[in-house]
């Protein structure tokens, strides 16, 4: 069964930097369009970056500039590089599969980011 698990929130202060990971299993990863969410408290679910083979990356508006997508196919591990990061950044990391043919969408169970000083 295909299971997303990520891992590297935190608090960190306005300015800094985190690296949040996303460990697919369960399905090859090169089957798999990659992205990342948020959700701030009380607010909906919203796209921050996409990673598609043949592609490239895409990013949302807020983010564009700090915020980075990767992977690492040999780990089966998508990364979101966040720098300079603000307050208003602040929320639940979610990360998203999609595989392509069959559009079948996965979520993992979100990570925790809080910038504070």
């Known amino acids: 069964q295909v299971q997303l698990v990520e891992s590297g929130g935190g608090l960190v202060q306005p300015g800094g930097s985190l690296t949040l990971s996303c460990v697919a299993s369960g399905i090859s990863f090169r089957l798999l369009n990659m992205a990342w969410y948020r959700q701030a408290p009380g607010k909906q679910r919203e796209w921050v970056a996409v990673?598609?083979?043949?592609?490239?990356?895409t990013s949302a508006d807020s983010v564009k500039g700090r915020f980075t997508i990767s992977s690492d196919n040999a780990k089966n591990t998508a990364y979101l590089h966040l720098n300079n990061l603000k307050p208003e950044d602040t929320g639940v990391y979610f990360c998203?599969?999609?595989?392509?043919?069959?559009?079948?969408?996965?979520w993992g169970q979100g990570t925790q980011v809080t910038v504070s000083s």
């Open positions: 990673l598609t083979p043949g592609s490239g990356t």
């Open positions: 998203n599969a999609v595989q392509r043919v069959a559009g079948e969408h996965y």
